[in-house]
Protein backbone atom coordinates (compact mmCIF):
# COMPACT_ATOMS: atom_id res chain seq x y z
CA UNK A 1 0.00 0.00 0.00
CA UNK A 2 2.64 2.50 1.13
CA UNK A 3 4.17 2.45 -2.51
CA UNK A 4 0.93 3.30 -4.14
CA UNK A 5 0.47 6.26 -1.96
CA UNK A 6 4.16 7.28 -2.52
CA UNK A 7 3.74 6.97 -5.99
CA UNK A 8 0.61 9.27 -6.04
CA UNK A 9 2.79 11.76 -3.82
CA UNK A 10 5.59 11.66 -6.63
CA UNK A 11 3.56 11.49 -9.68
CA UNK A 12 1.39 14.55 -8.96
CA UNK A 13 5.47 14.99 -19.70
CA UNK A 14 6.09 17.54 -22.40
CA UNK A 15 4.26 17.28 -25.44
CA UNK A 16 6.16 14.62 -26.99
CA UNK A 17 5.88 11.92 -23.80
CA UNK A 18 2.04 13.06 -23.31
CA UNK A 19 1.93 11.32 -27.31
CA UNK A 20 4.53 8.60 -25.95
CA UNK A 21 2.66 7.40 -22.52
CA UNK A 22 -0.93 7.12 -23.47
CA UNK A 23 -2.66 4.01 -21.16
CA UNK A 24 -5.92 3.37 -19.93
CA UNK A 25 -8.33 5.33 -17.27
CA UNK A 26 -8.40 2.87 -14.21
CA UNK A 27 -11.07 5.47 -12.83
CA UNK A 28 -13.41 5.09 -15.91
CA UNK A 29 -13.01 1.56 -16.39
CA UNK A 30 -14.14 0.73 -12.17
CA UNK A 31 -17.55 -1.03 -12.22
CA UNK A 32 -20.04 1.93 -12.14
CA UNK A 33 -20.81 0.97 -8.94
CA UNK A 34 -18.12 1.52 -7.35
CA UNK A 35 -16.81 4.82 -9.46
CA UNK A 36 -19.98 6.70 -8.44
CA UNK A 37 -18.97 5.75 -4.69
CA UNK A 38 -15.32 7.12 -5.12
CA UNK A 39 -16.98 9.88 -6.93
CA UNK A 40 -19.77 10.96 -4.35
CA UNK A 41 -16.62 10.38 -1.83
CA UNK A 42 -14.86 13.35 -3.85
CA UNK A 43 -17.59 15.70 -4.35
CA UNK A 44 -18.01 15.29 -0.15
CA UNK A 45 -14.69 16.34 0.82
CA UNK A 46 -13.90 20.39 0.54
CA UNK A 47 -12.76 22.04 -2.81
CA UNK A 48 -12.58 19.05 -4.82
CA UNK A 49 -12.28 20.40 -7.78
CA UNK A 50 -9.96 23.13 -9.39
CA UNK A 51 -6.00 24.12 -9.59
CA UNK A 52 -6.31 27.69 -9.33
CA UNK A 53 -7.51 28.95 -5.93
CA UNK A 54 -6.93 32.61 -4.15
CA UNK A 55 -7.24 32.32 0.18
CA UNK A 56 -8.19 36.32 1.57
CA UNK A 57 -8.21 38.06 4.99
CA UNK A 58 -8.14 41.35 5.20
CA UNK A 59 -5.24 42.95 3.33
CA UNK A 60 -3.30 39.27 3.10
CA UNK A 61 -4.01 37.73 -0.72
CA UNK A 62 -2.41 34.15 -1.16
CA UNK A 63 -2.57 32.21 -4.81
CA UNK A 64 -2.56 28.54 -4.60
CA UNK A 65 -1.73 26.66 -7.64
CA UNK A 66 -1.85 22.61 -8.14
CA UNK A 67 0.89 21.31 -9.81
CA UNK A 68 1.58 18.25 -11.60
CA UNK A 69 5.39 17.43 -10.96
CA UNK A 70 6.41 16.02 -14.02
CA UNK A 71 6.05 18.01 -17.43
CA UNK A 72 2.78 17.50 -19.27
CA UNK A 73 0.76 18.38 -22.25
CA UNK A 74 -0.42 21.30 -21.17
CA UNK A 75 2.92 22.73 -18.91
CA UNK A 76 3.95 25.46 -21.13
CA UNK A 77 0.24 27.18 -20.94
CA UNK A 78 -0.27 26.91 -17.50
CA UNK A 79 2.97 28.44 -16.86
CA UNK A 80 1.59 31.18 -19.44
CA UNK A 81 -1.51 31.63 -17.58
CA UNK A 82 0.21 31.71 -14.45
CA UNK A 83 2.79 34.61 -15.30
CA UNK A 84 0.71 37.78 -14.55
CA UNK A 85 -0.32 36.16 -10.82
CA UNK A 86 3.66 35.01 -10.30
CA UNK A 87 4.76 38.33 -11.59
CA UNK A 88 2.21 40.31 -9.32
CA UNK A 89 2.83 38.47 -6.23
CA UNK A 90 5.27 40.10 -3.47
CA UNK A 91 6.91 36.69 -2.58
CA UNK A 92 6.29 33.09 -4.48
CA UNK A 93 6.39 30.10 -2.50
CA UNK A 94 7.11 26.34 -4.11
CA UNK A 95 7.35 22.93 -1.61
CA UNK A 96 11.00 24.01 -1.92
CA UNK A 97 12.48 26.36 -3.86
CA UNK A 98 15.00 26.21 -6.78
CA UNK A 99 18.24 27.43 -4.72
CA UNK A 100 16.94 24.73 -2.08
CA UNK A 101 16.22 21.87 -5.00
CA UNK A 102 20.17 22.82 -6.07
CA UNK A 103 21.64 22.37 -2.74
CA UNK A 104 19.46 18.94 -2.79
CA UNK A 105 20.85 18.24 -5.82
CA UNK A 106 24.72 18.87 -4.56
CA UNK A 107 24.11 17.02 -1.36
CA UNK A 108 23.11 14.77 -3.02
CA UNK A 109 26.05 14.49 -5.45
CA UNK A 110 28.44 14.50 -2.49
CA UNK A 111 26.49 11.97 -0.61
CA UNK A 112 25.49 8.91 -2.24
CA UNK A 113 23.94 7.31 0.99
CA UNK A 114 21.47 9.78 0.93
CA UNK A 115 19.74 7.91 -2.25
CA UNK A 116 21.93 4.29 -1.97
CA UNK A 117 23.05 1.72 0.08
CA UNK A 118 26.64 2.15 0.74
CA UNK A 119 27.19 -0.80 3.70
CA UNK A 120 25.98 -3.85 4.67
CA UNK A 121 23.31 -5.89 2.46
CA UNK A 122 21.83 -4.47 -0.59
CA UNK A 123 18.54 -5.19 -2.48
CA UNK A 124 19.46 -9.01 -3.68
CA UNK A 125 19.76 -9.75 -0.25
CA UNK A 126 17.44 -8.16 1.54
CA UNK A 127 14.44 -8.74 -1.02
CA UNK A 128 15.31 -12.56 -1.27
CA UNK A 129 15.76 -14.60 -4.79
CA UNK A 130 12.14 -14.66 -5.79
CA UNK A 131 11.68 -10.68 -4.71
CA UNK A 132 14.44 -10.01 -5.74
CA UNK A 133 14.35 -11.23 -9.83
CA UNK A 134 10.17 -9.45 -9.95
CA UNK A 135 12.28 -6.17 -8.78
CA UNK A 136 14.76 -6.46 -11.15
CA UNK A 137 12.44 -7.18 -13.95
CA UNK A 138 10.27 -3.89 -13.13
CA UNK A 139 13.54 -2.07 -12.73
CA UNK A 140 14.51 -2.96 -16.23
CA UNK A 141 11.38 -1.93 -17.60
CA UNK A 142 12.46 1.68 -16.34
CA UNK A 143 15.58 1.43 -17.93
CA UNK A 144 17.57 1.40 -14.76
CA UNK A 145 20.20 -1.52 -14.72
CA UNK A 146 20.50 -4.60 -12.18
CA UNK A 147 23.91 -2.98 -10.57
CA UNK A 148 22.38 -0.36 -9.79
CA UNK A 149 18.59 -1.31 -8.58
CA UNK A 150 20.70 -3.51 -6.23
CA UNK A 151 21.94 -0.50 -4.51
CA UNK A 152 19.16 1.98 -4.19
CA UNK A 153 17.53 2.43 -0.50
CA UNK A 154 13.91 0.43 -0.24
CA UNK A 155 12.01 3.79 0.31
CA UNK A 156 13.49 5.12 -3.01
CA UNK A 157 13.01 1.80 -5.01
CA UNK A 158 9.78 1.79 -3.83
CA UNK A 159 9.15 5.25 -5.62
CA UNK A 160 10.92 4.65 -8.71
CA UNK A 161 8.55 1.86 -9.39
CA UNK A 162 5.38 3.86 -8.64
CA UNK A 163 6.56 5.83 -11.89
CA UNK A 164 5.20 4.52 -14.92
CA UNK A 165 8.44 2.76 -17.26
CA UNK A 166 6.82 4.89 -20.27
CA UNK A 167 7.36 8.06 -18.43
CA UNK A 168 11.05 6.78 -16.69
CA UNK A 169 12.10 5.72 -20.75
CA UNK A 170 11.30 9.24 -21.77
CA UNK A 171 13.44 11.22 -18.95
CA UNK A 172 10.17 12.57 -17.33
CA UNK A 173 12.19 12.77 -14.29
CA UNK A 174 14.76 14.85 -15.79
CA UNK A 175 12.64 17.67 -16.94
CA UNK A 176 11.43 20.88 -15.56
CA UNK A 177 8.07 20.29 -14.24
CA UNK A 178 5.81 23.37 -13.79
CA UNK A 179 7.46 23.70 -10.16
CA UNK A 180 10.88 24.47 -11.42
CA UNK A 181 9.62 26.33 -14.51
CA UNK A 182 7.66 28.84 -12.15
CA UNK A 183 10.91 29.18 -9.86
CA UNK A 184 12.84 29.72 -12.82
CA UNK A 185 10.14 32.81 -14.13
CA UNK A 186 9.95 34.27 -10.48
CA UNK A 187 13.56 34.46 -10.35
CA UNK A 188 13.93 35.82 -13.74
CA UNK A 189 11.51 38.83 -12.45
CA UNK A 190 13.59 39.33 -9.27
CA UNK A 191 11.53 37.36 -6.89
CA UNK A 192 13.16 34.06 -6.35
CA UNK A 193 11.47 31.61 -4.91
CA UNK A 194 10.93 30.56 -1.25
CA UNK A 195 10.64 27.26 0.39
CA UNK A 196 7.82 26.32 2.16
CA UNK A 197 9.69 23.83 4.18
CA UNK A 198 13.36 22.83 4.78
CA UNK A 199 14.12 20.90 1.91
CA UNK A 200 15.88 17.69 3.91
CA UNK A 201 12.48 17.47 5.49
CA UNK A 202 11.11 14.78 3.08
CA UNK A 203 13.98 13.00 2.96
CA UNK A 204 14.14 12.59 6.84
CA UNK A 205 10.81 11.49 6.67
CA UNK A 206 10.98 8.74 4.60
CA UNK A 207 14.55 7.36 5.82
CA UNK A 208 12.75 7.05 9.12
CA UNK A 209 10.73 4.36 8.18
CA UNK A 210 12.23 0.86 9.71
CA UNK A 211 14.02 -1.16 6.44
CA UNK A 212 11.51 -4.00 6.68
CA UNK A 213 8.71 -1.73 6.19
CA UNK A 214 10.65 0.10 3.73
CA UNK A 215 11.47 -3.46 1.65
CA UNK A 216 7.05 -3.79 2.20
CA UNK A 217 6.49 -0.77 -0.01
CA UNK A 218 8.53 -2.53 -2.71
CA UNK A 219 6.94 -6.04 -2.07
CA UNK A 220 3.21 -4.45 -1.55
CA UNK A 221 3.81 -3.25 -5.20
CA UNK A 222 3.68 -6.41 -6.46
CA UNK A 223 0.51 -7.47 -4.64
CA UNK A 224 -1.46 -4.48 -7.16
CA UNK A 225 -2.15 -6.28 -10.37
CA UNK A 226 -2.30 -2.80 -12.20
CA UNK A 227 -0.04 -1.00 -15.06
CA UNK A 228 2.12 1.80 -13.34
CA UNK A 229 1.41 3.14 -16.97
CA UNK A 230 -2.13 3.09 -16.35
CA UNK A 231 -1.91 4.24 -13.04
CA UNK A 232 0.07 7.17 -14.17
CA UNK A 233 -1.82 7.67 -17.29
CA UNK A 234 -5.14 7.77 -15.15
CA UNK A 235 -3.49 10.62 -12.69
CA UNK A 236 -2.64 12.75 -15.45
CA UNK A 237 -6.24 12.37 -16.87
CA UNK A 238 -7.82 13.27 -13.84
CA UNK A 239 -5.29 16.09 -13.33
CA UNK A 240 -5.69 18.03 -16.37
CA UNK A 241 -9.29 18.10 -15.64
CA UNK A 242 -8.84 19.66 -12.42
CA UNK A 243 -10.77 16.29 -10.88
CA UNK A 244 -8.09 16.37 -7.80
CA UNK A 245 -10.20 15.00 -5.31
CA UNK A 246 -11.03 12.21 -6.93
CA UNK A 247 -7.46 11.05 -7.57
CA UNK A 248 -6.83 11.20 -3.89
CA UNK A 249 -9.88 9.30 -3.22
CA UNK A 250 -8.87 6.90 -5.84
CA UNK A 251 -5.46 6.21 -3.90
CA UNK A 252 -7.49 5.27 -0.65
CA UNK A 253 -9.68 2.82 -2.89
CA UNK A 254 -6.24 1.13 -4.31
CA UNK A 255 -4.12 1.01 -1.20
CA UNK A 256 -7.68 -0.58 0.55
CA UNK A 257 -7.85 -2.72 -1.30
CA UNK A 258 -4.24 -3.81 -2.27
CA UNK A 259 -2.96 -3.04 1.22
CA UNK A 260 -3.41 -6.07 3.17
CA UNK A 261 -4.79 -6.24 7.25
CA UNK A 262 -3.40 -2.96 8.02
CA UNK A 263 -4.08 -1.24 5.21
CA UNK A 264 -6.41 1.63 6.72
CA UNK A 265 -4.21 2.06 9.45
CA UNK A 266 -0.93 2.88 7.25
CA UNK A 267 -3.00 4.80 5.20
CA UNK A 268 -4.09 7.09 7.77
CA UNK A 269 -0.28 7.17 9.12
CA UNK A 270 0.90 8.16 5.45
CA UNK A 271 -1.55 11.12 4.62
CA UNK A 272 -0.77 12.54 8.08
CA UNK A 273 3.16 12.24 7.57
CA UNK A 274 3.19 13.04 3.77
CA UNK A 275 -0.01 15.28 3.81
CA UNK A 276 -1.48 16.46 6.91
CA UNK A 277 1.70 17.18 8.83
CA UNK A 278 3.49 19.32 6.34
CA UNK A 279 0.00 21.39 5.36
CA UNK A 280 0.13 22.07 9.22
CA UNK A 281 3.67 23.36 9.00
CA UNK A 282 3.42 25.28 5.54
CA UNK A 283 0.11 27.03 6.33
CA UNK A 284 1.57 28.21 10.26
CA UNK A 285 4.32 29.36 7.55
CA UNK A 286 2.26 31.54 5.35
CA UNK A 287 0.47 33.06 8.31
CA UNK A 288 3.92 34.07 10.06
CA UNK A 289 5.37 35.51 6.46
CA UNK A 290 2.37 36.59 4.01
CA UNK A 291 0.40 38.88 6.70
CA UNK A 292 -0.70 41.98 4.74
CA UNK A 293 1.43 40.85 1.24
CA UNK A 294 0.22 39.28 -1.87
CA UNK A 295 1.35 35.76 -2.12
CA UNK A 296 1.68 32.51 -4.74
CA UNK A 297 2.20 29.87 -3.86
CA UNK A 298 2.60 26.58 -6.11
CA UNK A 299 2.21 22.96 -4.14
CA UNK A 300 1.13 19.44 -5.18
CA UNK A 301 -2.03 19.18 -6.12
CA UNK A 302 -3.06 16.83 -3.81
CA UNK A 303 -2.03 19.52 -0.64
CA UNK A 304 -4.84 21.63 -1.64
CA UNK A 305 -8.44 19.82 -1.00
CA UNK A 306 -9.81 17.73 1.90
CA UNK A 307 -10.47 18.66 5.45
CA UNK A 308 -6.90 19.04 5.89
CA UNK A 309 -6.00 20.44 2.78
CA UNK A 310 -4.19 23.56 3.03
CA UNK A 311 -7.43 25.72 1.68
CA UNK A 312 -9.44 24.39 4.33
CA UNK A 313 -6.80 24.85 6.85
CA UNK A 314 -6.94 28.44 5.80
CA UNK A 315 -10.65 28.43 6.18
CA UNK A 316 -10.72 27.63 9.64
CA UNK A 317 -8.12 30.52 10.02
CA UNK A 318 -10.40 33.01 8.82
CA UNK A 319 -9.76 33.57 5.09
CA UNK A 320 -12.57 33.31 2.35
CA UNK A 321 -11.10 30.66 -0.68
CA UNK A 322 -12.43 31.55 -3.80
CA UNK A 323 -11.94 29.00 -7.32
CA UNK A 324 -10.29 30.80 -10.11
CA UNK A 325 -10.77 30.35 -13.28
CA UNK A 326 -7.94 28.40 -15.25
CA UNK A 327 -8.64 26.87 -18.60
CA UNK A 328 -5.20 27.63 -20.27
Aim: charged content about 20%; some cysteine; hydrophobic content about 45%.
Amino acid sequence: MRILLSALMVIMQATMLQAMCEGTDLIAAMPATERNALQESAEATPYPKGLLWQATRGDTQIAFFGTYHFPHAQTAAHLSALKPRIEAADRVYLEVSNDDQAKLQSEMSRDPSIMFITTGPTLPDLLGEEDWATYKAAMAERAIPGFMAAKFKPVWAAMMLGVGPCEVRADAMEAHGIDMQIGEHAAAIGTPSRSLEDYRTLLTMLDSFPQEDQLDMIRLFFAWSGSADDMAYTLRQRYLAQEIGIIWEYSRYVSLKFGGPNAEQDFALMEQQLLIDRNKGWVDLLLNEATGKQVFVAVGAAHLPGDDGVLNLLTQEGFDITALDFNP
